[in-house]
């Protein structure tokens, strides 16, 4: 079975300075891999996502990700962060299994506080 | 399009009680599911459906029914209120097939007293 870990509940960081939130995934085949934000009192939105390809995927509002199968880590990073970022952030991963039973697994998920 | 809706926003109800909660998609997504999101757990799948009349269960399944007559509703019922499943209730939709994102309603605040 598949599962996500999220290590960092909550990641409190300075404006304008960089950010990386950890994921790591467990699964006995192939991968697909999604990074989602959700807003404060909203649902959740995809920011990037991990098909095949180049390891490197760029998402929307500057966010980039790395997906590094050796490790099994697919962290999310940003250069430099701004007010609007504050939200909470969920790793998942899809396994690529039979079709129509791609359930969705996610981490637990990490709050990043932006400090002014 | 208006997405994914849910209804209500907001939820009381006495242990015991039973209530629907309702999701409704306008995007011809095949694919729909509920989530419960608890402080700390992350989302936990309750039931999906890949098309209409087919449905199954997800991770915690226990105490919710769900049901798919159309592609664009997937309703979800409590039918006895327990207070453990106080939660925040998202429901989510995507076109069939793994690599397509999922969309995500606006979810239901429910509390059981």
């Known amino acids: 079975a598949q599962s996500v870990t999220q290590l960092d509940s909550q990641v409190p960081v300075f404006e304008e300075a960089p950010v990386e939130l950890r994921c790591n995934y467990s699964s006995s085949v192939s991968v697909y891999l999604f990074w989602y934000v959700q807003y404060p009192n909203q649902g959740l939105q995809l920011l990037l996502k991990y098909l095949s390809g180049s390891t490197l995927v760029k998402g929307i509002n500057g966010f980039e990700a790395e997906f590094n199968k050796s490790q099994t880590s697919f962290h999310l990073r940003k250069p430099s962060v701004h007010i609007s970022d504050t939200a909470e952030y969920f790793c998942a991963v899809s396994e690529i299994s039979n079709f129509g039973n791609e359930k969705l697994t996610f981490g637990t998920g990490t709050r990043l506080t932006i400090i002014p | 399009n208006a997405g994914v809706t849910q209804t209500p926003k907001f939820q009381v109800l006495k242990t015991g009680q039973s209530m629907t909660l309702q999701c409704a998609q306008d995007?011809?997504?095949?694919?729909m599911s509920w989530y419960r999101q608890d402080p700390g757990m992350g989302l936990r799948l309750i039931h999906y459906s890949v098309g209409a009349g087919i449905t199954d269960q997800g991770e915690v399944p226990n105490g919710y029914n769900v049901s798919r007559s159309t592609t664009e509703d997937f309703p979800l019922r409590l039918l006895s209120a327990a207070p453990s499943q106080t939660s925040v209730y998202f429901c989510?939709?995507?076109?069939?097939?793994?690599?397509?994102?999922?969309?995500f309603g606006p979810g239901t605040r429910l509390t059981v007293t």
């Open positions: 989510a939709s995507k076109r069939q097939g793994s690599p397509y994102e999922q969309y």
């Open positions: 995007m011809n997504h095949e694919y």
